[in-house]
């Protein structure tokens, strides 16, 4: 197996990972803002959702990183 | 001018600790039963998590409240950035200079913590103060 071919999967796995949650924070922070500003009497309920709703985004992207860094660090290193 | 830092929820980030650990804990002996190396290889998984993500929620928590809603959203997006740079970092700096590590407990320790989190905030979620 050439040994490239392990970088740019670890680069597909980390580019689209990093895009993912780019566009998902993206969203969840403008819609914070946005209902915040329209009902500002519940920020802080919006604040626990919009924390709750970050940690549900950023689980896969997450364990992306982790095999990312094992194909470039064990597999091809 | 700095915006005030007011404390209006209160988020329980030693409990929250205190059950990741304990989580922790219970997946770590259950590798153990597996072997010595497996058993240290998930603690590190678990701790690869744990340490970005106490990070990430002392950061998110850091503003509160309506006025200051955009300190609010642009301390989240820093925090979710250095989260997934130390996690990275960890990862990196494990693979590298701890020789051995058994490759599937680490990486299985670390996705079940991931989705255990999730699931630890969802049930245990910070409260207002009364």
Same mark, same amino acid.
């Given at each position: 197996?050439?040994?490239?071919?392990?970088?740019?999967?670890?680069?597909?796995?980390?580019?689209?990972?990093?895009?993912?949650?780019g *566009?998902?924070? %993206? #969203? !969840?922070?403008?819609?914070?803002?946005?209902?915040?500003?329209?009902?500002?009497? +519940?920020?802080?309920?919006?604040?626990?959702?919009?924390? *709750?709703?970050? %940690? #549900? !985004?950023?689980?896969?992207?997450?364990?992306?990183?982790?095999?990312a860094?094992y +194909?470039?660090?064990?597999?091809?290193? | 001018?700095?915006?005030r830092?007011?404390?209006?929820?209160?988020?329980?980030?030693?409990?929250?600790?205190?059950?990741?650990?304990?989580?922790?804990?219970?997946?770590?002996?259950i590798?153990?039963?597996?072997?010595?190396?497996?058993?240290?290889?998930?603690?590190?998984?678990?701790l690869?998590?744990i340490?970005?993500?106490?990070?990430?929620?002392?950061?998110?928590?850091?503003?509160q409240?309506?006025?200051?809603?955009?300190?609010m959203?642009?301390?989240?997006?820093?925090?979710?950035?250095?989260?997934?740079?130390?996690?990275?970092?960890?990862?990196?700096?494990v693979?590298?200079?701890?020789?051995?590590?058994?490759?599937?407990?680490?990486?299985?320790?670390?996705?079940?913590?991931?989705?255990?989190?999730?699931?630890?905030?969802w049930?245990?979620?910070?409260?207002p103060?009364?």
């Open positions: 197996m050439d040994i490239s071919m392990v970088y740019i999967a670890a680069s597909i796995i980390l580019g689209l990972g990093a895009l993912a949650t *566009i998902g924070f %993206g #969203l !969840l922070g403008g819609k914070l803002l946005e209902a915040t500003a329209r009902q500002p009497e +519940l920020s802080n309920q919006l604040q626990v959702k919009a924390f *709750i709703m970050a %940690g #549900l !985004l950023d689980a896969v992207p997450m364990i992306g990183v982790g095999l860094m +194909l470039i660090f064990v597999v091809a290193g | 001018m700095k915006a830092q007011s404390r209006i929820t209160h988020v329980p980030l030693a409990r929250w600790l205190i059950i990741e650990f304990i989580s922790l804990g219970i997946i770590s002996l590798w153990l039963l597996h072997s010595v190396l497996a058993g240290y290889s998930a603690f590190i998984g678990g690869i998590f340490v970005p993500n106490a990070w990430f929620v002392h950061r998110v928590y850091r503003y409240g309506a006025r200051s809603a955009h300190l959203v642009a301390s989240m997006f820093r925090a979710e950035s250095i989260k997934i740079a130390l996690t990275a970092v960890f990862f990196a700096a693979f590298t200079l701890i020789e051995p590590v058994h490759v599937p407990a680490l990486l299985f320790t670390f996705a079940v913590m991931v989705l255990a989190g999730g699931v630890i905030r049930l245990v979620r910070p409260q103060w009364r």
